[in-house]
């Protein structure tokens, strides 16, 4: 039990425009959707979380709107917050789906008993294992011109990741950008491919055979989302590691996916699993059956990479890094009182009690989408 009750909870709802359309196997996104989360004390604390929901991916944002205004406000207000366990179990049986949403409430919880108990989110879930990872940017704008400019300035600050945005366009399209990346960059170029569920399973071996001479590091959701027999297969009949990500949101896909041995890889992101520590329980089930996890995000502010930087910094082992590119590299500006740490091409885990980071209230002023509730 701690002092504090929860007192009062605003939902902003707020667009920032992106400097490039990036293209997937799903469809193009111009900028960042977020609800951010603001979840006040009556002893004067704020915690901050968001929600960065795709609808062709994980909901909407009108959804999430609703999900946390209208249907876990009223649970939530007069509550301790640091009882985070009672709340999420709670919120699951309020509403169902809407992962986003939880991830959001989680995130501010976790914020808030960081604050109460001066230790960092990271700490909060287990400990802090790793100080910094390695950024993945990705490689998904439909002119390749701008995108090779992109990489160059990238690599001349030391990020060595990329990952390749394929099944938007042609197989060639494909095959001609990964071929101009390997002979620019050698081998110590990391270059990953994801499909975002744009192959046909069909013919998806026989594409992806065409792909694996480029040496990629993992193929990362060739099929849709859920054919995961057809991944299933492909991620035993193809030698490089295949990673899950539409096909995995939380600890029943993971175990689902565990039993048929659907992927090498799973992808965590606080966004599908509904929250850190949902993510760490997908994270528990893949590491009992050998199946690697990395890092991922979806079109996120500096905020819910914060979460995810968390998440990824008390894993017990991280190989494949992670991809907290957005605040950086692709928002016209962030909603962060400072920016999101990447520094040399590698994402630190931010410092100090809770998130470790905090909102401009001015920012959310000017990407409002709307007026705040609450
Ligand atoms: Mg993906």
Redesign the pocket.
Known sequence: MSDHKIDRIRVHRVLIPGNAVHS?GIGDVAGIHAVILEVITDTGLTGWGEASPWPAFTGTAEGTVAALYTYLRPHLIGQDPVQVERHMRDAEALVVGHPEAKAALEMALLDLTGQISGLSVCELVGGRMRDDMGLSFSVANPDFGKDLEDVAAMWAEGVRIFKIKTGFKSHGFDLMRLEKLRAIYGAEADLRI?Y?QGLPAYNAVRCIRDLEAFRPTFV??PVKMHERDALAHIAHVIETPI?A??SVFGVREALHGVQIRMADIF?LKVMKSGGIRRALEVSAIARAAGIEVYG?CMFETGLAHAAGAHLMAALPELRLDCEFYMSTYYASEDILTEPFPVRGGRVHVPEGPGLGVAVDPAMLAKYAQAEALG
């Open positions: 997937h994801d975002n990362e959701q990673m990500d539409e992808s991922g």
